[in-house]
């Protein structure tokens, strides 16, 4: 169902089943596939793509004429949200990407070259500048900011109201303005992982690793090393990463 007031530009692509609310814009280069919702005043420009099941709610806007969109299925979008709005001086911005099962609450910013993974929670008033990269099922709390260039690794779960501006390793809880991480995310680890073994090495390797300082010799070390694929993974991130 597609309310008479809503504007479609020709070339859109707009698939069976899509609902869309009044006062809605949607432009020719956006493609929204089936089980779509958006409420009332949601615009859509530039190269937008949403997957099934998606739903966007009201006076939410999310792309301009040069920007490239993509939203996973059945994620959801809250109430005045800024996706890729802001014009590229170079009319040449890096692709958005949100992963599948996110949800993305109300008054959120996301610039630029963003990537999010799948099943990231971004609760109000998140703003994540250029090139900010979350892996799966990373959770930022509310009011916080993420600088530009920063990666946040799979499970890193943000408290409010906190300001990061470096890189922060998996499995992590973090919190500050500046932000430093507090300790493992225990009671995430715990929900995704059914052995408790590797989450017994995964905190044997971050006291290792994240002690007093950052020991990337020791976390490449590791990476190459270790049987463990979750402890694997951490180390090289670590290794990677720009966290000081």
Known sequence: MIHNSVVIEEGAKIAQGVVIGPFCHIGKDVSLASGCTLESNV?????VTVAEDVKIFSFTSIGYEYSD???????????????GTQEDENENPKPIIIGANSFVMAYVQLL???TLGENCILTNA???YENVTCEERVIIGGLSTIEANVRLGTGVMVGGASYVDQDMAPFTLVEGNHATIKGLNVIGLRRRLENKDDIEEIKAIFKKILGDTV??????????????????????????????
Do not use: P, W
Not at 43 to 47: P, Q, V
Not at 215 to 241: G, Q, W
């Open 112 to 114: 630029s070259g963003v």
């Open 69 to 83: 969109i993509t939203i996973g299925a059945k994620t959801h979008v809250r109430e005045f949200c800024q996706i």
């Open 43 to 47: 615009i859509l420009k530039g190269r």
């Open 126 to 128: 998140v703003r994540l």
């Open 215 to 244: 020991d990337k010799e020791l976390a490449k070390e590791i990476a190459a090393t270790h049987e463990n694929a979750y402890v694997k993974r951490f180390a090289a991130f670590v290794a990677t990463s720009n966290m000081a």
